[in-house]
Structures are given as structure tokens and as C-alpha cells.
């Protein structure tokens, strides 16, 4: 999804946590849960670009046992997709 929030937009409110630096397709971007998801069962990465952001978000309906890591597939989204954005 795409906005035109900034990464400070992102961070004020409380809406957000745990925000992490990561690199996206050589791309700076950042990493992150909302703060309701006890469970992590979703995560964002988001890229910023001269019109706003584009968010990656990966999420699964149930706590997983298997491992499951949201924010390691919304990397490998984001990686696969970072260098179609402006």
C-alpha cells in the first residue's frame, strides 16, 4: 500500500512499535508492528519516496507454531518490488 505518511507520521500516535531499520532492495527502509499485535502476527516494512511511503505488510490470521516470520515475507516482498518504485 502506499501514503503519503513520513516515517515521522508513522511513529507519533502510538499506532506503531518496535520500528527497525532495514535495507529493502538498497533501499533504506523500516520495519514495524502495530501496537495491538500482542501476537506478532503481522509486520510493515516500508520504503519512503519523494511522494510519501509504500508499505509492505505481511500478516497471518492465526498465532503460528511453525516458525512463521511476517517480517521476513514482507522483506522478501518488498526486496523483490523496491527497484519498480520511484
Known amino acids: 500500500m502506499s501514503s503519503?505518511?513520513?516515517?515521522?507520521?508513522?511513529?507519533a500516535g502510538g499506532k506503531y512499535v518496535q520500528f527497525t531499520p532495514v535495507t529493502l532492495g538498497?533501499?533504506?527502509?523500516v520495519e514495524y508492528r502495530a501496537a495491538q499485535d500482542t501476537h506478532h502476527?503481522?509486520?510493515?516494512?516500508?520504503t519512503f519516496?519523494?511522494?510519501g511511503s509504500v508499505a509492505f505488510v505481511a500478516?497471518?490470521?492465526?498465532?503460528?507454531?511453525?516458525?512463521?516470520?511476517?517480517c521476513a515475507d514482507a522483506?522478501?516482498?518488498?526486496?523483490?518490488?523496491?527497484?519498480?518504485l520511484p
Open 4 to 11: 503519503p505518511d513520513t516515517l515521522a507520521d508513522l511513529q
Open 49 to 51: 519516496t519523494g511522494d
Open 26 to 29: 538498497g533501499r533504506q527502509a
Open 41 to 46: 502476527l503481522g509486520c510493515y516494512v516500508t
Open 59 to 70: 500478516k497471518t490470521l492465526r498465532v503460528q507454531q511453525d516458525g512463521f516470520d511476517s
Open 75 to 84: 522483506r522478501t516482498f518488498g526486496a523483490a518490488l523496491a527497484g519498480q
